[in-house]
């Protein structure tokens, strides 16, 4: 994806996260990733600036901040962005360290995807992943079903 493009791809859950490897190449944009995207109008993105990480979202075509922090990136250097969306917790990582977290439940669902601003990037490993839910069913009986010998 080149320059104003903000198309989400078309993957539609509502607790996951999600993580892309960048190279950033601009000094006036941003690249990040977006859950929960509903339309151009209504998502939660992430994004590092040249000076800055931030956590936002977008509602009604309004954005805002929900958490931003001092970041320096250095122009073509591979990043590895996450954000996991758990409910109405948002999780910021950049290169695998927490950067910002927050809590929001304006979107509670919608599709996740990549964005840039004013931006030249290369995404690579893009994914989307829903974690196992803990299993429900772990009555005695089961349990001693699971781990009786065969």
């Known amino acids: 994806m080149h320059g104003n493009d903000n198309r989400a791809l078309p993957v539609v859950r509502e607790d996951d996260l999600s993580r892309v490897n960048t190279a950033f190449f601009t000094v006036n944009g941003f690249v990040g990733v977006m859950a929960r995207y509903v339309n151009a109008s209504n998502h939660y993105y992430v994004?590092?600036?040249?000076?800055?990480?931030?956590?936002?979202?977008?509602?009604?075509?309004?954005?805002?901040?929900?958490?931003?922090?001092?970041?320096?990136?250095?122009?073509?250097?591979?990043?590895?962005?996450?954000?996991?969306?758990?409910?109405?917790?948002?999780?910021?990582?950049?290169?695998?360290?927490?950067?910002?977290?927050?809590?929001?439940?304006?979107?509670?669902?919608?599709?996740?995807?990549?964005?840039?601003?004013?931006?030249?990037?290369?995404?690579?490993?893009?994914?989307?992943?829903?974690?196992k839910p803990l299993r429900a069913d772990l009555s005695p009986n089961r349990m001693a079903e699971s781990s009786a010998p065969t």
């Open 47 to 131: 994004v590092l600036y040249r000076d800055k990480a931030a956590l936002r979202k977008r509602v009604n075509g309004v954005p805002s901040t929900i958490k931003e922090v001092p970041y320096t990136i250095t122009l073509g250097a591979p990043y590895r962005l996450r954000l996991e969306a758990f409910g109405s917790s948002l999780r910021f990582y950049v290169n695998d360290t927490l950067m910002a977290e927050g809590q929001d439940d304006t979107l509670p669902t919608g599709r996740y995807g990549l964005i840039t601003f004013n931006a030249a990037d290369d995404f690579d490993n893009f994914r989307v992943i829903r974690p």
